[in-house]
């Protein structure tokens, strides 16, 4: 396996009021020093996205966020991005999708969501740019998000099978990850999310940098035979999300986490007791473009 090279240094340094604390070699900034409930100033707002695009993974500690602040927080980046029909938000804030363990009584349910590698809304003609989510309410250990990046993976990658996933382009379907986890869509909700194709190796579109598009939502190689690609893509993500590109964030009270959907994998890692202990985030979507 060839390693990824480190392209920026660990040390914490202060811009635009803020400091940066990068939390791996591979991905991952804390962001010091500022109250999210507060709107950001035009130069503390232009650090955090140059973070953003350097680092892909930011986290905010100790911050308390209700939902509507949460939803001012997300749309000082751009627009905010609605949920499939099923995961629609609450009534009070339909852009605030609730991912949690607990039934409507409050009770834990044992069932942890999203535990797949996956990019979200990747069945979208224009998949999520960000993701923000943070906690309310932690189990005691465990419940981590893991952190894949795509362009350490592709990066890593001989010239010779980077050449031949040039031009590839893979279909994503809501309705076929669905049903690998047993659950049937119905007509309703496949003609809300149809099947839509992106390239295998992105780009960036701010960044420019080439990076593997994946996860669950990735159906087959268009073109190709549906088994077989599958076994490709298959083969792929597994060298995609080895431990070499993977970095993990173990939460605590008060994070909030935002994160760059076009180059990063995530998944929820249910290590803790989801029959005990409640977990329940508060996530919020950034609209992105269409792929190139
Ligand atoms: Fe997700």
Same mark, same amino acid.
């Given at each position: 396996m060839l390693q990824h090279k480190s392209r920026y240094k660990t040390n914490t340094f202060i811009t635009g009021g803020i400091k940066i604390l990068p939390l791996s070699k591979l991905m991952g900034a804390e962001v010091i020093g500022v109250d999210l409930r507060k709107p950001l100033n035009k130069t503390t707002k232009a650090c955090i996205y140059e973070a953003f695009l350097k680092y892909q993974l930011l986290v905010f500690r100790n911050q308390d966020l209700n939902k509507s602040e949460q939803v001012s927080f997300t749309e000082q980046f751009g627009t905010l991005e609605r949920h499939t029909l099923t995961n629609k938000g609450q009534s009070d804030s339909p852009f605030v999708h609730i991912v949690t363990n607990l039934d409507e009584h409050g009770h834990p349910t044992g069932k942890v969501k999203s535990t797949l590698w996956h990019s979200d809304k +990747?069945? %979208? &003609?224009? !998949? +999520?740019m960000a993701t923000l989510l943070h906690a309310k309410c932690l189990p005691p250990n465990g419940g981590d998000t893991c952190f894949a990046n795509m362009y350490a993976a592709y990066e890593a990658l001989p010239d010779e099978t980077q050449n031949e996933l040039k031009d590839k382009k893979v279909v994503h379907s809501w309705e076929l990850s669905r049903e690998n986890i047993g659950r049937k869509l119905s007509q309703k909700e496949i003609d809300d999310a149809p099947p839509m194709t992106h390239p295998l190796v992105r780009e960036h !579109? &701010?960044? %420019?940098r080439k990076c593997l598009f994946l996860g669950m939502h990735a159906s087959h190689i268009e073109g190709q035979n549906i088994l077989k690609s599958r076994l490709k893509i298959e083969a792929l993500e597994k060298h995609a999300t080895n431990e070499n590109f993977i970095f993990r964030h173990r939460w605590r009270d008060g994070d909030l986490l935002m994160w760059d959907n076009r180059c990063l994998l995530h998944r929820a890692d249910p290590n803790f007791d989801a029959t005990q202990h409640p977990r329940v985030m508060h996530r919020t979507c950034l609209r992105g473009t269409p792929t190139i």
């Open positions: +990747s069945f %979208r &003609e224009a !998949p +999520s !579109p &701010e960044t %420019r």
